[in-house]
């Protein structure tokens, strides 16, 4: 079954190999591959705008096949969930290869369930009410299935938490600077970025690192190295981003505030001032009207 594992990681780096080359050719010939979504979503430090727009332009013809065929983004977003449950349970059962491989399939019916409703003018509310919902679930069951295969090794397991507290806080941030109608403050470790490291810390967990064995002393079949780094650098950055960007809403709440305060002193100052130019109305003379 190991062999298998090492067999998925194989095959995906082998698959990420052949949408380079491809996209490389079209940057020669036709320059990049631009979107809306990109744009409005836009790249970071951690994941730059040209393989986000790479990643659009591989599944452009896949999202074109899945319409023909009549598939709706709802059952794209329920057939993501389930392959979601299936990385968190290969993880917890250490096959790294085959949880990279599941997340992969569930992270690319993550991105085209938006892309069909946006391409067939089905998306709602209600469809983007379901796509965070299945987002967060999937991210909860590929790092329970971390947390549950280093259930034996608390340090391993403490740094697992950690990520999952951060990843959590990053989209609760974002929910609620939307519900108080602020835009959500730019930052790193967004889902996209989260989903890309931890996926690829996954693919490249199966390939043996007898140098750090002994380091570390892991007395585990597949100590999963990649993968518990890349939810290290997930721990540390996707918190730190949480609390800057949580500091930020607080302070743009604070200053909407006090907006609000001095328009409504600026309105009652004007609004006293007109009463008191209407009560003296009455009492204005002429200047060439002699005092009685």
């Known amino acids: 079954m190991l062999a298998y594992d090492v067999v998925n990681t194989v095959v995906l780096i082998g698959i990420l190999g052949l949408v380079v080359v491809a996209y490389s050719f079209r940057l020669v010939f036709r320059g990049r591959a631009q979107f809306d979504r990109v744009e409005k979503?836009?790249?970071?430090?951690?994941?730059?705008?040209?393989?986000?727009?790479?990643?659009?332009?591989?599944?452009?013809?896949?999202?074109?096949?899945?319409?023909?065929?009549?598939?709706?983004?709802?059952?794209?977003?329920?057939?993501s969930l389930v392959l979601g449950g299936m990385a968190g349970t290969a993880l917890a059962y250490g096959y790294f290869g085959f949880g990279a491989l599941f997340s992969t399939y569930?992270?690319?019916?993550?991105?085209?369930?938006?892309?069909?409703?946006r391409a067939t003018g089905v998306a709602s509310d209600a469809g983007e009410v379901?796509?965070?919902?299945?987002?967060?679930?999937?991210?909860?069951?590929?790092?329970?299935?971390?947390?549950?295969?280093?259930?034996?090794?608390?340090?391993?397991?403490?740094?697992?938490l950690l990520a999952l507290v951060g990843s959590f806080m990053i989209s609760y941030?974002?929910?609620k600077a939307e519900a108080l109608h602020i835009?959500?403050?730019?930052?790193?470790?967004?889902?996209?970025?989260?989903?890309?490291?931890?996926?690829?810390?996954?693919?490249?967990?199966?390939?043996p690192m007898p140098w750090?064995?002994?380091?570390?002393?892991?007395a585990l079949p597949v100590p999963g190295y990649p993968l518990i780094i890349a939810c290290?650098?997930?721990?540390?950055?996707?918190?730190?981003?949480?609390?800057?960007?949580?500091?930020?809403?607080?302070?743009m709440m604070r200053e909407k505030e006090h907006a609000a305060e001095e328009n409504l002193i600026a309105q009652e100052s004007l609004s006293f001032v007109q009463n008191k130019s209407e009560d003296s109305g009455d009492e204005e003379y002429s200047p060439q009207t002699p005092r009685r």
């Open 41 to 79: 979503q836009g790249g970071s430090v951690l994941l730059g705008k040209g393989l986000m727009e790479m990643a659009y332009w591989a599944l452009q013809p896949v999202a074109r096949f899945l319409i023909f065929l009549k598939i709706t983004p709802n059952q794209l977003s329920w057939a």
């Open 106 to 117: 569930s992270a690319f019916l993550d991105t085209l369930d938006g892309m069909v409703a």
């Open 173 to 175: 941030s974002t929910a």
């Open 183 to 207: 835009p959500p403050p730019p930052g790193i470790m967004r889902r996209p970025e989260r989903a890309f490291y931890l996926t690829l810390g996954a693919a490249l967990s199966p390939i």
């Open 130 to 160: 379901l796509d965070a919902a299945v987002d967060r679930y999937v991210e909860f069951f590929f790092l329970t299935g971390v947390i549950l295969y280093y259930r034996e090794m608390p340090t391993f397991q403490t740094v697992a």
């Open 212 to 218: 750090l064995d002994t380091l570390f002393n892991v």
């Open 232 to 251: 290290f650098v997930i721990a540390v950055l996707a918190n730190i981003s949480a609390i800057e960007r949580l500091w930020t809403i607080g302070r």
